[in-house]
């Protein structure tokens, strides 16, 4: 129905930035909310960033002032860009994706496959 395309990520030094990005296709009638969230080893997952129709994005107290997440609504895609890097910020980076396929009537939460962001020196 509706699948998601991650890329970027990888190993950064600390105060270095990054961009990562999706991609939503398949069958999709509308997006609702596109975002990324992450999940540090022996933690729970976690929003980083949300970005939905004719909203202001929001951030995590973590990544506000250090992310910019930005959408494309005419490709279906998001991007997160973040700088000022810290080792706390090393997880696995999930696409989150609120979309109506076409063959449903009701909403659905997609996740990407993630992507590992590791900060390290």
């Known amino acids: 129905q509706v699948q998601l395309v991650e890329s970027g990520g990888g190993l950064v030094q600390p105060g270095g930035s990054l961009r990562l990005s999706c991609a939503a296709s398949?069958?999709?009638?509308?997006?609702?909310?596109m975002g990324w969230y992450r999940q540090a080893p022996g933690k729970q997952r976690e929003l980083v960033a949300t970005?939905?129709?004719?909203?202001?994005?929001n951030y995590a107290d973590p990544v506000k002032g250090r992310a910019t997440i930005s959408r494309d609504t005419a490709t279906n895609t998001v991007s997160l860009q973040m700088t000022s890097l810290k080792p706390e910020d090393t997880a696995v980076y999930y696409c989150?994706?609120?979309?109506?396929?076409?063959?449903?009537?009701?909403?659905?939460?997609?996740w990407g496959q993630g992507t590992q962001v590791t900060v390290s020196s």
């Open positions: 989150n994706v609120v979309a109506r396929p076409g063959s449903q009537s009701y909403y659905s939460v997609y």
């Open positions: 398949g069958s999709i009638f509308r997006i609702n909310a």
């Open positions: 970005h939905t129709n004719g909203g202001i994005p």
